[in-house]
C-alpha cells in the first residue's frame, strides 16, 4: 500500500556525508582538553588565594572561627554584658604590641587594681582588684564625674628569685595620675591596655644578702635573690651560685634556675672558682684542690703532682680545664707555680716566691712579695711591670683587657687610687701602659671600656643609701665621669655586672 506522504529531503549533514570526500576526526576532544586545563589552572589558583587568605585570617584567629576558653570569657564578659546605668566595667588586656587595641592572642590582665574618687575629693572611697578575667566592676555610683587611678607593683617568684615587674599605659607608669571619667544614664565601659616596663639598662648589684638587679632611671629594685648566696659569679645576664652542695645557675632570660653540677658540698665552706664558660667549677676541699666539669673528657677530679696532692693555695682559669696553680708539695718548701691541665700539672719558673696568679687569655701573670711579672706564651718570657709592685690583691676583667689593683696610700689623701693596667697595649709595645683612677671608694667593676663602683653609706630614712659611679675611658685616653647614680632603699657592696 502506498502512502500519499511526501519524501523527507535528507538533512544536510547526511547529505555531505554520503556525498563529500572523507572529513577530519571532530576538533571536540581537544577542545576539551583545553578546558579541562583551564579549569585546572583556575582552580589551583583559587586554592592558591584562598590558602593565603586562611594564614591570614588564622593570625586574626583560631581555625574554624573559634578563640579560646580564656579569650571567649574575656571577649564575652567585656562586650557582651549589659552595663547598668550605675555602675563602671574597665577591662584591661596585655597590650604586647603596644597598640593599645586587644588584638588576638593578647592576654587578659589581672595585676592591675582601679581606685575611684569623687571628682574634687582627695582620697578614694573604693578600690577595685581585677578579676581573673581582667575585669573591674564598679557598682552602685551616682551618675556624675568621678576620677580614677590605675595601680600595681606586680610581683613575680621564680623559685629563689623575686622580681618587681612594673607596667604602663601609654608610657604612664601605673600607679597612674588621676583622669576624670563621666558616668552617664548608659553607665560607663572602657578597655584598657597595659604592657609591661623593660628598664634599658639595669645593674647587677652585690648586697649582704645576695644579688639585687636595680634600675638606674628607675632608682629601684627590679629583681633579687630570696636566699643568701655563698660567692655567686656572674657570666654575662647569668648569676652562678653553690647552694645545698649543687652549682646552681640563674638564666636571666628565661628566669629559670638550673642546676649545673651536684656533690659540692665540700666546696660551700671554702674558696671556689667558675670557667670563664661555667662549664667547669674549681675549689678548696681543706687544702686540696678539686674540680667537676661538663666537659667529658676531664669530668672531675683533682691535682696530682708525681704521685702526690699537693697543698693548694689559689688557683686561675686559663680555659675550661685548664689552670695556674700556686701550690707546695711539702709544707717546709716554698709555693711554686703550676700549670694544671685535668689531673696532671707541671711546674712553670718564677723569679722568687709566687703568692698572687691570674690568666690573661693565652698569657698569664704572677706575683711574687716585691714585684709583678707578666708571662707572654708566644714569645715564652716574663716581663717585670714596676708600676704594679709585688704583693696580692690584683683582679683581671672579665675580658682580660684590665687588671686592676688598690695603691697603698702613704697619706688619707691617697686613699680611694687604683692602678688600671691595659694588657694588651702592654704586650703590643711592651712599655708600661697604665691609667691611675682616684677617688674609687668601693672595690671597682671592669666592664668593657667602663669602670663601675660604689659609694656606700648607711641606708637613710629616705632610703638614701649612697650611689654607683661609672666612668668611662674616652677617646683621648682619659678617664672621665659618664653616670652618676642614687642606689635607694639597696645597700650595695659591688657592681658585679651590667644588663642591657
Known amino acids: 500500500m502506498q502512502d500519499n506522504l511526501p519524501d523527507i529531503p535528507p538533512s544536510p549533514a547526511i547529505a555531505s556525508a554520503k556525498a563529500g570526500p572523507e572529513q577530519q576526526k571532530s576538533n571536540l576532544f581537544a577542545d576539551d582538553k583545553r578546558l579541562v586545563k583551564i579549569i585546572l589552572l583556575v582552580g589551583f589558583g583559587l586554592l592558591l588565594i584562598l590558602g593565603i587568605a586562611a594564614a591570614i585570617l588564622e593570625q586574626v584567629a583560631p581555625r574554624g572561627g573559634k578563640k579560646t576558653a580564656e579569650e571567649e570569657l574575656f571577649s564575652a564578659n567585656l562586650w557582651q554584658i549589659q552595663v547598668r546605668p550605675n555602675q563602671m566595667i574597665l577591662g ?31 582620697e578614694p572611697f573604693r578600690r577595685v582588684s581585677a578579676g581573673i578575667d581582667g575585669l573591674v566592676k564598679i557598682d552602685d555610683l551616682n551618675l556624675g564625674d568621678y576620677e580614677i587611678s590605675l595601680d600595681n607593683y606586680a610581683e613575680g617568684q621564680s623559685g629563689d628569685w623575686l622580681f618587681f615587674e612594673e607596667y604602663q599605659q601609654s608610657g604612664e607608669f601605673l600607679p597612674t595620675a588621676w583622669r576624670r571619667v563621666t558616668l552617664a544614664a548608659q553607665g560607663y565601659q572602657e578597655l584598657i591596655g597595659l604592657f609591661p616596663y623593660q628598664p634599658p639598662l639595669l645593674l647587677t648589684l652585690m648586697t649582704d644578702s645576695g644579688i639585687s638587679w636595680y634600675d638606674p632611671e628607675r632608682a629601684r629594685v627590679y629583681g633579687q635573690s630570696n636566699t643568701v648566696l655563698v660567692s655567686p659569679a656572674a657570666r654575662g645576664r647569668n648569676i652562678y651560685y653553690l647552694q645545698e652542695g649543687k652549682l646552681k645557675k640563674f638564666d636571666w632570660s628565661y628566669r629559670t634556675v638550673s642546676e649545673e653540677m651536684i656533690w659540692l658540698e665540700e666546696a660551700e665552706s671554702g674558696s671556689w672558682w667558675l670557667s670563664d664558660q661555667g662549664k667547669t667549677v674549681a675549689y678548696l676541699s681543706g687544702k686540696e684542690f678539686r674540680f667537676r666539669s661538663q666537659i667529658e673528657d676531664c669530668s672531675e677530679g683533682g691535682f696530682l703532682y708525681e704521685g702526690v696532692r699537693p697543698e693548694v693555695k689559689t688557683a686561675a ?35 722568687g716566691e709566687p703568692i698572687n696568679v691570674g690568666s690573661l687569655g693565652g698569657d698569664w701573670f704572677y706575683s711574687t712579695a716585691d714585684a709583678t711579672y707578666f708571662y707572654d706564651q708566644d714569645k715564652q718570657q716574663a716581663v717585670k711591670y714596676t708600676a704594679l709592685g709585688g704583693g696580692e690583691g690584683i683582679s683581671v676583667s672579665a675580658d682580660k683587657r684590665y687588671l686592676l689593683k688598690k695603691v697603698a696610700a702613704d697619706l688619707p689623701a691617697q686613699a680611694g687610687n687604683w692602678l688600671a693596667v691595659d694588657y694588651p697595649e702592654v704586650k703590643t709595645s711592651w712599655v708600661e701602659k697604665h691609667y691611675l683612677l682616684t677617688g674609687i671608694t668601693g672595690e671597682p667593676t671592669v666592664i668593657g671600656d667602663a669602670v663601675y663602683f660604689v659609694r656606700a653609706k648607711p641606708c637613710e630614712a629616705d632610703g638614701d643609701c649612697g650611689e654607683v ?17 642614687d642606689l635607694k632603699n639597696v645597700a650595695a657592696a659591688k657592681v658585679l655586672g651590667v644588663v642591657e
Open 317 to 351: 682559669f686559663i680555659d675550661e680545664t685548664s689552670w695556674l696553680v700556686i701550690a707546695r708539695i711539702d709544707k717546709d718548701q716554698l709555693w711554686q707555680l703550676f700549670k694544671v691541665n685535668c689531673n696532671e700539672g707541671s711546674i712553670l719558673a718564677t723569679v
Open 469 to 485: 659611679v661609672k666612668i668611662k675611658l674616652e677617646g683621648s685616653s682619659v678617664w672621665s665621669i659618664a653616670s652618676v647614680w
Open 92 to 122: 584591661f588586656f596585655e597590650d604586647s604590641n603596644k597598640n593599645n587595641q586587644f588584638d588576638y592572642r593578647e592576654k587578659p590582665f589581672a595585676k592591675v587594681s582601679v581606685a575611684i574618687r569623687r571628682s574634687g575629693e582627695t
